[in-house]
C-alpha cells in the first residue's frame, strides 16, 4: 500500500500531463501505473508537443523527455503565464545531461566519506580530434589505457551509446570526433543503477562489462572493440557476478542520490555507478540519464506515483 493512500483528500484529482516519445509512452505509460496513479488521484494526460499547452490544460504538473525547440518554446510560454504548474524538470538544467563532460562535474564537486566508501568519476579527458589526440593532456591526467571512447552527446541521438574499448593510443586512429577517453575501471562485471524520482530512490544491479586482466590486454593491444548498451542485454547470470554482487551500503546510495539532486537541481534520472575490484570501498559514477526507463524497476508503479503525489501536494500548498 502506498504511504500516501490515506492522505488523499476525498474528490480532490490532479492532472499530470506527459510529454515523451511514442517509445517512451509504450514503456513508460504501462495500464498498471495508469490505474495505480488513477486509484491515487492522478489522471495521467498525454500531450501533444506540436500543439500550444495553453489548449490542452489545465496541469498540476508536467513531466517531459523531450528537446525540441518547438517543445521547449511551448513549455516555456506556458510556465510564464501558470507559474503553479510544476515543470519537471527545467529544460535547462536537463541539458547538462546531455554531455558526458558537463553530467560528471557535480560528482565531482561532491564530498561523500560514509562507512569509508568514497565516490568520484574515473579519469576522463575530451578529445575534440581523437585522430591527433593531444598525448600531453591524456599524459598530465595520468590516464591510463585500457579506456572507453565515449561519444560526447548524450541527448539519446544516434550513437549516442555506441562506445568503443581501446587498448592502447593507436586504437584512437579509428575514433571520431568529439569523444570522451574515459580510463576503464575493472569492477567485476556489475553496474549498480540508482534510480531517483525526487526524495524517492532505488538501486538494482545490472550486467556490466568484464574485468580485463593484464594478460587480455597485452593481446589486445591496437585493437579497437564497439559495444552498446550492454546493461539492457539481460544476458542470464544464474550464479553469476551480478547475483553475487553485494549492493553497496543504503547510506552511501541515500547519500549520492541527495547530493546530486540538489547539485543538478533534477528529480527525474538514474546514476550508473561501479565499484573499483581494486579498492572496493571505491564507487565510480561513469554515467547520468535523465527520465531513464523506470519502468524497468520492480514495483515503479508506487514509485512514481508517490513522487508525483509530492509534486502536486506541494504545489497546493
Ligand atoms: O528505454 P530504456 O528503458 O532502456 O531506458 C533507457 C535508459 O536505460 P536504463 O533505465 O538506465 O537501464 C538509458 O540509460 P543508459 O544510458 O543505458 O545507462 C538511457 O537513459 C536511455 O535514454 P537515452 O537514449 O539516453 O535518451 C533510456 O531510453 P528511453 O526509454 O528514454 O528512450
Ligand atoms: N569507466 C568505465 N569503466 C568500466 N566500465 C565502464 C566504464 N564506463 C562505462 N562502462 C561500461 O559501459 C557501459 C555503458 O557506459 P555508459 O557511460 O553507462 O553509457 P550509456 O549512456 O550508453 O549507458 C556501462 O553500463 C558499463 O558497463
Ligand atoms: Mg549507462
Ligand atoms: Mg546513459
Redesign the pocket.
Known amino acids: 500500500m502506498s504511504e500516501f493512500e490515506s492522505e488523499v483528500a476525498e474528490g480532490e484529482r490532479y492532472r499530470v500531463g506527459y510529454a ?2 511514442p ?2 509512452v509504450e ?2 505509460l504501462q495500464p498498471s501505473l495508469l490505474d495505480h496513479a488513477k486509484q491515487h488521484a492522478i489522471d495521467l494526460v498525454q500531450i501533444d508537443p506540436s500543439t500550444p499547452l495553453e489548449q490542452q490544460g489545465p496541469f498540476h504538473c508536467i513531466i517531459h ?1 523531450l528537446h525540441t525547440p518547438q517543445w521547449n518554446k511551448h513549455l516555456q510560454q506556458f510556465s510564464a503565464t501558470h507559474p503553479d504548474t510544476a515543470i519537471i524538470d527545467s529544460p535547462e538544467l536537463v541539458t547538462r545531461l546531455h554531455d558526458r563532460v558537463s553530467m560528471l562535474e557535480a560528482v565531482t564537486r561532491l564530498q561523500i566519506s560514509l562507512q569509508n566508501a568514497t565516490v568520484g568519476v574515473p579519469n576522463q579527458v575530451l578529445l575534440n580530434e581523437p585522430k591527433s589526440p593531444d598525448f600531453n593532456k591524456i599524459e598530465e591526467l595520468g590516464l591510463r589505457f585500457p579506456a572507453i571512447a565515449k561519444p560526447l552527446a ?4 544516434g550513437g ?2 555506441e562506445m568503443c574499448l581501446v587498448f592502447d593510443r593507436e586504437g584512437l586512429n579509428a575514433l571520431s570526433a568529439p569523444t570522451v577517453l574515459q580510463e576503464f575501471v575493472n569492477h567485476g562485471g556489475v ?1 549498480f ?1 540508482i ?1 531517483v524520482a525526487g526524495r524517492h530512490v532505488k538501486c538494482v544491479k ?1 550486467k556490466s562489462l568484464g574485468d580485463i586482466s593484464e594478460e587480455r590486454l597485452r593481446s589486445l593491444k591496437g585493437e579497437v572493440l564497439p559495444f552498446s ?4 542485454l539481460g544476458v542470464e547470470d544464474q550464479g553469476g557476478p551480478v547475483e553475487k554482487a553485494e549492493m553497496p551500503p543504503q547510506c552511501v546510495v541515500d547519500e549520492l542520490a541527495k547530493a546530486l539532486r540538489e547539485a543538478l537541481g533534477l528529480n527525474l534520472f ?1 546514476v ?1 555507478v561501479i565499484r573499483d575490484s581494486k579498492e572496493p570501498t571505491r564507487y565510480l559514477v561513469i ?1 547520468i ?9 520492480p514495483s515503479y508503479e508506487p514509485f512514481i506515483t508517490d513522487f508525483l503525489l509530492d509534486v502536486v501536494r506541494t504545489m497546493a500548498n
Do not use: I, T
Not at 154 to 157: K, V, Y
Not at 229 to 232: A, F, G, P, W
Not at 289 to 297: H, I, S
Open positions: 515523451l516519445q517509445k517512451k514503456s513508460f523527455k548524450a541527448d539519446g541521438g549516442s551509446h553496474v543503477k534510480y545490472r548498451r550492454v546493461s539492457n538514474n550508473d554515467d540519464n535523465y527520465f531513464p526507463g523506470y519502468a524497468k524497476l
